[in-house]
């Protein structure tokens, strides 16, 4: 069955964003966007999350942190970049601090790009997102039926 | 059909049996310095003891409420020198310490129970001077099977205690010979009728008390020695006057328990509350809870035996023993609200402590203001769920005792704080522990179902005090919920699997160990037995008739739960555990697991500390409210015993 | 027989009962703040996917406790609709609370320790008041079972008002709902992330949930013995309550848990304390 993809719950990570994008996204909860229509969840948590949605571009900081929330989070789970500093390190990139976009240390699925991304944007780039969730989910029972 | 005859005869050597036997033991252990043929002696008088209490119990199915008189018409006088004795010694210890209010109180002692003797001397051949019942062989088997594995632990215990304490010189020889006195007198307060026997073997609790209590030898044992033997001696003085008050009121022939419940609440109900003053003395209800908490500086096995399983039950056996006097009567409910009181009181000033000695001596107070009050209410329901109570806690919590003993000596702390995780590096004892604390507040176990049996008492007793009982049980048993289950918590949270460092623990302590946490077990599945043979019987004989006690149905759905609890997890884990296994999450920042890193770069472990709340429930406050309220309880108590003629 | 099969339909119908509570409490809280909100059968969506993902842990021994809270509110869910003694589900529910205090305590996070540590305190907010409506309503109609309880014609909330006041405010503690979502709750809280329940996910989680579904059940069955004599009112009596939670869910923010314990103590003391001891004198 797909129930994934009907409650798919978010962790938000703002890697190095300007706060631009990360507005954008709790924007989508408001009720103009409302996305628990669709199930989404903030959980602020990586053990209940199927989706990381990273903001900004990684700095050397917060490398192991990213790569730590992701290794905390279970499988099957996406990763979606959103704003053009996440796709690539935007303005920031060339900044002695900045790795450059989430890709540099994990497999991003999505990318939104936008400076700063719109809500709409967003909510197409999750529910882009959930089509892939689905999928790793049909790899993973596959796999597990196989062993 | 055997001679009823050659039964009772049988009867009175297996009670003198059990009385006398221990003292052999115990002389040969104070003469025997070789540690090999101590442990032989040791073990094979604890094993005789409960044999023997086991063969009691065996006897007393089926058969109603016996007495017998010992053919020994000196015993009296042997009895009164003994006395003079034990108070000639008390006088010259207290006047070497200068605790010159004890000593006014051993005199005291002595001048009311000389009166009594010369008031009722003659009387001591008109009651039987022994009896037995289901209770007693309860009892009994308390002593002698709990004492004496709590003896066996101890071999392993104070050799440990002698080489972690090398500036206490070894007493270990008396130690264990008054281990054995006292499962002596333990006896004899739980076999005696005349009430003169049974004010004998109690003054030789409270000298044992006093004797092991001061074991350690440092300032602070002492301190601490004479304070119980002051308190106990203050409520002991209302023993005699009970017993003046028989001979005066009712005759000699109503100085038997038999005879004197017999006799109905018109002439028991003043000395029963009397010998009640006594038994909260000796149970360390408020006020005088502060002796068995200070009694934690003895050894552990002192602290399992005489302050948590056996002696302090005594006090709540003889209340319990006089329970049908109070049944609906307004003194009975004071003496169940001083036990109300005690229980809420200290269960909240358990919560405050971290020190799991302290813990579990204030949850014993606790458990036996619930005795007392359930004793106090005196219906046949509340009676049988003392006695449930008094059984399971026997046994949880000597287990409880002894399994901090071995932790303390393994880990080097008693405090609860340092058995964070205690899972990994002793998964046995601590399984042993969590066992212990679960039968102390968990449903399917047995003080649970004690306590849901007193609730169903305490809402057919008279009214209002049956409602304010219930009031005080369900805020108690909600904070009980609270201290035990963070300390479970605590010794579940375990850090990362570790080398198991329990193979220094000695065979003796896990002699004790293991037939105790099977007890605590048995004990929960063994409930309807226990119940329909052993204690139902008793009830009938106190009571006449019975009526609807707790249904055996519901015996039934205890029993699956507890089935459950063992089953479940052994069925699921396959399905259950996870495949993979994560880092616990700590906003990101984990360096491995367990370690963060701060803002500036510094790695720390985590720490984490338990809820205390000591300003909710401050120690000292509550205990001066506690006692407050007690004390005006008392003299509630005191004023009802005047008005009703004693003095 | 009738018990039985009460209890039998407890165990199956509860969650559904429970998803379609939680899923209109969404909804609702949604429009109250403007929103559309979820699809009703959110709430088993959500249980149903976090069984399909991967079994994750920081150790064996959560998962295990965890399925033990599940099972033990399942128990006490089938003794009290199966008739049974009234304290002896009491009795189960607090092993339950139990089982998920210990954990959340065995997971070791510091997250989850709070939580554990309030969920006690929450717990020991509300045993006193459960433990005095058993007895109130053993006053009222004789009996602790509840199979004696759910046959009484009368009302038993006209003679125990204190007590059923004291249990609609305890049961904002148990619905895990604002002021007094202190251990946990359905929204993520940054001190504490998600309390209790930080270290749970997949099934563990999902178990978490479903035990949640079943307890709702529970408390609502309580909320209902109070009207017994008439099932429409007890039903009407039941939406009025649950809206009322939903209202001060959406309408309060937290508290601290030592004002919380207080107020709920005071309350069960005053009010359902004073009920029973009223009632006995009568």
């Given at each position: 069955?797909?129930?994934?993809?009907?409650?798919?719950?978010?962790?938000?990570?703002?890697?190095?964003?300007?706060?631009?994008?990360?507005?954008?996204?709790?924007?989508?909860?408001?009720?103009?966007?409302?996305?628990?229509?669709?199930?989404?969840?903030?959980?602020?948590?990586?053990?209940?999350?199927?989706?990381?949605?990273?903001?900004?571009?990684?700095?050397?900081?917060?490398?192991?942190?990213?790569?730590?929330?992701?290794?905390?989070?279970?499988?099957?789970?996406?990763?979606?970049?959103?704003?053009?500093?996440?796709?690539?390190?935007?303005?920031?990139?060339?900044?002695?601090?900045?790795?450059?976009?989430?890709?540099?240390?994990?497999?991003?699925?999505?990318?939104?790009?936008?400076?700063?991304?719109?809500?709409?944007?967003?909510?197409?780039?999750?529910?882009?997102?959930?089509?892939?969730?689905?999928?790793?989910?049909?790899?993973?029972?596959?796999?597990?039926?196989?062993? | 059909?055997?001679?009823?005859?050659?039964?009772?005869?049988?009867?009175?050597?297996?009670?003198?049996?059990?009385?006398?036997f221990p003292l052999i033991p115990a002389l040969i252990l104070t003469v025997l310095r070789n540690e090999n043929l101590r442990a032989i002696v040791v073990t094979a008088g604890a094993g005789i003891s409960a044999l023997g209490?086991?063969?009691?119990?065996?006897?007393?199915?089926?058969?109603?409420?016996?007495?017998?008189?010992?053919?020994?018409?000196?015993?009296?006088?042997?009895?009164?020198?003994?006395?003079?004795?034990?108070?000639?010694?008390?006088?010259?210890?207290?006047?070497?310490?200068?605790?010159?209010?004890?000593?006014?109180?051993?005199?005291?002692?002595?001048?009311?129970?000389?009166?009594?003797?010369?008031?009722?001397?003659?009387?001591?051949?008109?009651?039987?001077?022994?009896?037995?019942?289901?209770?007693?062989?309860?009892?009994?088997?308390?002593?002698g099977v709990i004492g004496g594995l709590i003896c066996i632990y101890a071999l392993g215990y104070m050799r440990e205690y002698q080489e972690h304490h090398?500036?206490l010189p070894d007493n270990r020889p008396k130690f264990f010979a008054v281990l054995f006195l006292f499962l002596s007198?333990?006896?004899?307060?739980?076999?005696?009728?005349?009430?003169?026997?049974?004010?004998?073997?109690?003054?030789?609790?409270?000298?044992?008390?006093?004797?092991l209590?001061?074991y350690?030898?440092?300032?602070?044992?002492?301190?601490?020695?004479?304070?119980?033997?002051?308190?106990?001696?203050?409520?002991?003085?209302?023993?005699?006057?009970?017993?003046?008050?028989?001979?005066?009121?009712?005759?000699?022939?109503?100085?038997?328990?038999?005879?004197?419940?017999?006799?109905?609440?018109?002439?028991?109900?003043?000395?029963?509350?009397?010998?009640?003053?006594?038994?909260?003395?000796?149970?360390?209800?408020?006020?005088?809870?502060?002796?068995?908490?200070?009694?934690?500086?003895?050894p552990t096995p002192v602290?399992a035996l005489?302050?948590?399983?056996?002696?302090?039950?005594?006090?709540?056996?003889?209340?319990?023993?006089?329970?049908?006097?109070?049944?609906?009567?307004?003194?009975?409910?004071?003496?169940?609200?001083?036990?109300?009181?005690?229980?809420?009181?200290?269960?909240?000033?358990?919560?405050?402590?971290?020190?799991?000695?302290?813990?579990?001596?204030?949850?014993?107070?606790?458990?036996?203001?619930?005795?007392?009050?359930?004793?106090?209410?005196?219906?046949?329901?509340?009676?049988?769920?003392?006695?449930?109570?008094?059984?399971?806690?026997?046994?949880?919590?000597s287990?409880?005792f002894l399994?901090?003993g071995t932790?303390?000596h393994?880990?080097?702390?008693?405090?609860?704080?340092?058995?964070?995780?205690?899972?990994?590096?002793?998964?046995?004892?601590?399984?042993?522990?969590?066992?212990?604390?679960?039968?102390?507040?968990?449903?399917?176990?047995?003080?649970?179902?004690?306590?849901?049996?007193?609730?169903?008492?305490?809402?057919?007793?008279?009214?209002?005090?049956?409602?304010?009982?219930?009031?005080?049980?369900?805020?108690?048993?909600?904070?009980?919920?609270?201290?035990?289950?963070?300390?479970?918590?605590?010794?579940?949270?375990?850090?990362?699997?570790?080398?198991?460092?329990e193979f220094k623990i000695s065979k003796a302590e896990w002699a004790a160990l293991i037939p105790l946490?099977?007890?605590?077990?048995?004990?929960?599945?063994?409930?309807?037995?226990?119940?329909?043979?052993?204690?139902?019987?008793?009830?009938?004989?106190?009571?006449?008739?019975?009526?609807?006690?707790?249904?055996?149905?519901?015996?039934?759905?205890?029993?699956?739960?507890?089935?459950?609890?063992?089953?479940?997890?052994?069925?699921?884990?396959?399905?259950?555990?996870?495949?993979?296994?994560?880092?616990?999450?700590?906003?990101?920042?984990?360096?491995?697991?367990?370690?963060?890193?701060?803002?500036?770069?510094?790695?720390?472990?985590?720490?984490?500390?338990?809820?205390?709340?000591?300003?909710?429930?401050?120690?000292?406050?509550?205990?001066?409210?506690?006692?407050?309220?007690?004390?005006?309880?008392?003299?509630?108590?005191?004023?009802?015993?005047?008005?009703?003629?004693?003095? | 027989?009738?018990?039985?099969?009460?209890?039998?339909?407890?165990?199956?119908?509860?969650?559904?009962?429970?998803?379609?509570?939680?899923?209109?409490?969404?909804?609702?809280?949604?429009?109250?703040?403007?929103?559309?909100?979820?699809?009703?059968?959110?709430?088993?969506?959500?249980?149903?996917?976090?069984?399909?993902?991967?079994?994750?842990?920081?150790?064996?021994?959560?998962?295990?406790?965890?399925?033990?809270?599940?099972?033990?509110?399942?128990?006490?869910?089938?003794?009290?609709?199966?008739?049974?003694?009234?304290?002896?589900?009491?009795?189960?529910?607090?092993?339950?609370?139990?089982?998920?205090?210990?954990?959340?305590?065995?997971?070791?996070?510091?997250?989850?320790?709070?939580?554990?540590?309030?969920?006690?305190?929450?717990?020991?907010?509300?045993?006193?008041?459960?433990?005095?409506?058993?007895?109130?309503?053993?006053?009222?109609?004789?009996?602790?079972?509840?199979?004696?309880?759910?046959?009484?014609?009368?009302?038993?909330?006209?003679?125990?008002?204190?007590?059923?006041?004291?249990?609609?405010?305890?049961?904002?503690?148990?619905?895990?709902?604002?002021?007094?979502?202190?251990?946990?709750?359905?929204?993520?809280?940054?001190?504490?992330?998600?309390?209790?329940?930080?270290?749970?996910?997949?099934?563990?989680?999902?178990?978490?949930?479903?035990?949640?579904?079943?307890?709702?059940?529970?408390?609502?069955?309580?909320?209902?013995?109070?009207?017994?004599?008439?099932?429409?009112?007890?039903?009407?009596?039941?939406?009025?309550?649950?809206?009322?939670?939903?209202?001060?869910?959406?309408?309060?923010?937290?508290?601290?848990?030592?004002?919380?314990?207080?107020?709920?103590?005071?309350?069960?003391?005053?009010?359902?304390?004073?009920?029973?001891?009223?009632?006995?004198?009568?």
């Amino acid at each position: 069955m797909v129930y994934l993809s009907k409650s798919p719950w978010i962790l938000h990570y703002d890697a190095s964003s300007c706060n631009g994008c990360d507005i954008e996204i709790l924007a989508c909860l408001t009720p103009r966007y409302d996305v628990e229509r669709f199930g989404i969840l903030n959980t602020g948590n990586p053990k209940h999350a199927d989706i990381l949605v990273i903001t900004g571009g990684v700095n050397e900081q917060n490398r192991s942190v990213i790569q730590n929330l992701y290794d905390q989070m279970p499988n099957p789970k996406v990763v979606v970049g959103v704003g053009v500093c996440a796709c690539t390190g935007g303005v920031f990139k060339e900044c002695y601090n900045i790795a450059g976009g989430v890709g540099e240390i994990l497999p991003v699925d999505v990318w939104v790009p936008g400076c700063a991304a719109r809500p709409e944007q967003i909510i197409d780039g999750i529910v882009k997102a959930l089509g892939i969730l689905e999928q790793k989910r049909a790899e993973m029972s596959r796999a597990e039926a196989g062993a | 059909m055997i001679d009823a005859k050659l039964i009772t005869v049988m009867y009175v050597e297996l009670l003198l049996f059990l009385i006398l036997f221990p003292l052999i033991p115990a002389l040969i252990l104070t003469v025997l310095r070789n540690e090999n043929l101590r442990a032989i002696v040791v073990t094979a008088g604890a094993g005789i003891s409960a044999l023997g209490s086991i063969l009691l119990l065996a006897f007393s199915v089926g058969q109603n409420q016996l007495f017998f008189t010992v053919p020994a018409p000196d015993i009296a006088l042997v009895m009164l020198v003994l006395e003079i004795l034990i108070a000639g010694y008390l006088v010259i210890v207290s006047a070497k310490a200068k605790q010159f209010l004890v000593i006014g109180f051993v005199l005291l002692q002595l001048l009311l129970i000389g009166g009594a003797e010369y008031l009722g001397l003659e009387g001591h051949s008109k009651v039987p001077d022994l009896l037995t019942d289901e209770f007693s062989a309860i009892m009994a088997v308390i002593i002698g099977v709990i004492g004496g594995l709590i003896c066996i632990y101890a071999l392993g215990y104070m050799r440990e205690y002698q080489e972690h304490h090398k500036d206490l010189p070894d007493n270990r020889p008396k130690f264990f010979a008054v281990l054995f006195l006292f499962l002596s007198a333990m006896f004899g307060v739980v076999f005696s009728n005349n009430l003169i026997w049974m004010y004998f073997f109690w003054e030789v609790t409270t000298l044992c008390s006093y004797l092991l209590i001061r074991y350690p030898e440092t300032e602070e044992a002492i301190n601490n020695a004479f304070r119980a033997l002051l308190y106990n001696l203050i409520g002991g003085a209302c023993f005699p006057i009970a017993i003046i008050y028989i001979l005066v009121n009712g005759g000699s022939e109503n100085l038997g328990i038999g005879s004197l419940i017999a006799a109905g609440p018109a002439i028991a109900l003043i000395p029963a509350s009397l010998i009640a003053i006594a038994g909260c003395a000796k149970s360390a209800q408020l006020p005088f809870s502060s002796w068995l908490v200070g009694a934690m500086v003895a050894p552990t096995p002192v602290s399992a035996l005489l302050h948590s399983s056996t002696m302090v039950k005594a006090g709540v056996y003889a209340i319990a023993r006089f329970a049908p006097v109070f049944d609906g009567q307004v003194l009975g409910m004071v003496i169940a609200l001083i036990g109300g009181v005690t229980f809420l009181v200290t269960s909240c000033i358990a919560i405050s402590q971290s020190n799991a000695k302290k813990v579990l001596a204030y949850s014993t107070i606790a458990n036996l203001g619930l005795i007392v009050a359930c004793a106090g209410v005196g219906t046949p329901e509340a009676l049988w769920a003392a006695i449930f109570l008094i059984i399971f806690h026997a046994i949880s919590k000597s287990l409880l005792f002894l399994s901090v003993g071995t932790v303390e000596h393994r880990i080097g702390s008693r405090d609860i704080e340092d058995m964070t995780g205690l899972a990994a590096p002793m998964p046995k004892v601590g399984l042993m522990m969590l066992i212990g604390i679960a039968g102390m507040f968990l449903a399917p176990f047995g003080m649970l179902i004690s306590k849901w049996a007193s609730i169903h008492a305490f809402s057919q007793a008279l009214p209002p005090f049956g409602m304010i009982l219930i009031v005080i049980l369900a805020y108690g048993s909600a904070v009980t919920v609270f201290f035990w289950a963070k300390w479970m918590g605590k010794l579940l949270e375990v850090r990362k699997w570790e080398e198991s460092i329990e193979f220094k623990i000695s065979k003796a302590e896990w002699a004790a160990l293991i037939p105790l946490t099977a007890l605590t077990i048995i004990a929960c599945f063994g409930i309807a037995p226990i119940s329909t043979y052993l204690i139902e019987p008793f009830l009938v004989t106190m009571y006449g008739k019975i009526s609807d006690l707790i249904p055996a149905s519901n015996l039934m759905i205890m029993v699956l739960m507890l089935a459950l609890i063992v089953v479940l997890p052994v069925l699921m884990m396959k399905i259950l555990i996870p495949r993979r296994s994560l880092r616990r999450y700590m906003g990101g920042v984990t360096v491995k697991d367990g370690v963060m890193e701060g803002s500036l770069g510094m790695k720390r472990e985590i720490a984490l500390s338990n809820l205390y709340l000591e300003d909710l429930f401050p120690e000292a406050g509550l205990s001066k409210y506690g006692s407050v309220i007690t004390i005006v309880l008392f003299c509630v108590l005191l004023l009802g015993l005047i008005s009703g003629g004693v003095l | 027989m009738i018990t039985i099969l009460t209890a039998v339909a407890f165990l199956i119908f509860a969650p559904v009962i429970g998803v379609l509570v939680s899923g209109v409490d969404r909804i609702i809280t949604a429009r109250m703040q403007g929103r559309v909100g979820p699809p009703v059968l959110q709430p088993f969506l959500d249980i149903a996917k976090l069984f399909e993902k991967e079994k994750v842990g920081v150790w064996q021994a959560p998962a295990v406790l965890i399925f033990l809270h599940l099972a033990f509110m399942v128990v006490t869910g089938l003794i009290f609709f199966g008739g049974g003694d009234l304290l002896l589900a009491i009795f189960a529910l607090t092993l339950s609370e139990v089982f998920l205090v210990l954990a959340a305590y065995s997971t070791r996070s510091p997250y989850a320790h709070v939580g554990a540590g309030r969920e006690l305190i929450q717990l020991i907010a509300v045993e006193p008041v459960i433990i005095i409506a058993a007895v109130g309503f053993y006053m009222v109609t004789g009996s602790f079972a509840a199979s004696d309880i759910m046959n009484y014609s009368g009302l038993p909330v006209i003679l125990l008002p204190g007590i059923f006041i004291s249990v609609v405010c305890i049961l904002t503690f148990k619905l895990r709902k604002s002021p007094f979502d202190l251990s946990t709750s359905h929204h993520a809280h940054q001190e504490l992330v998600k309390g209790v329940m930080t270290e749970f996910s997949g099934s563990t989680l999902g178990m978490v949930e479903l035990a949640h579904l079943y307890e709702t059940v529970i408390l609502l069955g309580i909320i209902y013995l109070f009207f017994v004599g008439n099932p429409l009112l007890a039903i009407l009596a039941i939406i009025v309550v649950y809206m009322l939670e939903i209202l001060a869910d959406n309408s309060t923010s937290r508290v601290k848990w030592l004002p919380a314990l207080r107020g709920a103590w005071l309350i069960t003391l005053i009010l359902g304390g004073g009920n029973i001891i009223a009632l006995s004198l009568l």
